[in-house]
């Protein structure tokens, strides 16, 4: 099966700072790779697929690129409401595994 | 609206029994593949299986593989997950997702809101 990881695990970071989260599987996955935001206490919530796609509502300060094995995640203007913690999930076939997550802080 | 609405979670003895419910409102579940996610208190996403839209093509993670069955009722536009043996690793908040496709290569773009399981003596 393939491998996901996400780094940092977490981090922390002040309004209006550009986050960088980074997913990493462990085969080339194409570009069959999407991001999911997950507030506390709340369910996940689909921010971008394809790599890059941005799902419908997201706001712009949300994008994604990579592929192959080495994606990411921007956050270009951090906001309050942007605290939660953020998976990534390969779907090129099954299993379609998720990432361990990172969490985001405001510091 | 595109909807989907768990039941079914319980707290259940260990080696216990479980089907949980998804139903779906705003899209017929059998034009898609859908899915069940889990999430253990304080941990990560887990995703545990799916069932394609043909019904043809299921998946079982290794962790529930062997004692779980997934399945859809497309008169109730329903699809169950039923869970056998349970163990206290069963212990999470249960998922349902849909997909906007019918084969392997989808992604979740609904989710319900969840169904608590707790396994515990």
């Known amino acids: 099966d393939i491998q996901m990881t996400q780094s940092p695990s977490s981090l922390s970071a002040s309004v209006g700072d550009r986050v960088t989260i980074t997913c990493r599987a462990s085969q080339a996955i194409s570009t069959y790779l999407a991001w999911y935001q997950q507030k506390p206490g709340k369910v996940p919530n689909l921010l971008i697929y394809?790599?890059?796609t941005l799902q419908s509502g997201v706001p712009s300060r949300f994008s994604g690129s990579g592929s192959g094995t080495d994606f990411t995640l921007t956050i270009s203007n951090l906001q309050p409401e942007d605290v939660a913690t953020y998976y990534c999930?390969?779907?090129?076939?099954?299993?379609?595994?998720f990432g361990p997550g990172t969490k985001v802080d405001i510091k | 609206e595109v909807q989907l609405v768990e039941s079914g979670g319980a707290l259940v003895q260990p080696g216990g029994s479980l089907r949980l419910s998804c139903s779906a409102s705003g899209f017929t579940v059998s034009t898609y593949t859908m899915h069940w996610v889990r999430q253990a208190p304080g941990k990560g996403l887990e995703y545990v299986s799916a069932?394609?839209?043909?019904?043809?093509?299921?998946y079982f993670a290794d962790t529930v593989r062997g004692r779980s069955t997934i399945s859809r009722d497309n008169s109730k536009n329903t699809v169950y997950l039923q869970m056998s043996s349970l163990r206290a690793e069963d212990t999470a908040v249960y998922y349902c997702?849909?997909?906007?496709?019918?084969?392997?290569?989808?992604?979740?773009?609904?989710w319900g809101e969840g169904t608590t399981v707790t396994v515990s003596s």
């Open positions: 069932i394609s839209s043909s019904g043809g093509g299921t």
């Open positions: 999930q390969m779907y090129n076939g099954a299993p379609r595994t």
């Open positions: 997702a849909k997909g906007p496709c019918g084969g392997d290569n989808c992604y979740l773009d609904v």
């Open positions: 394809a790599a890059s």
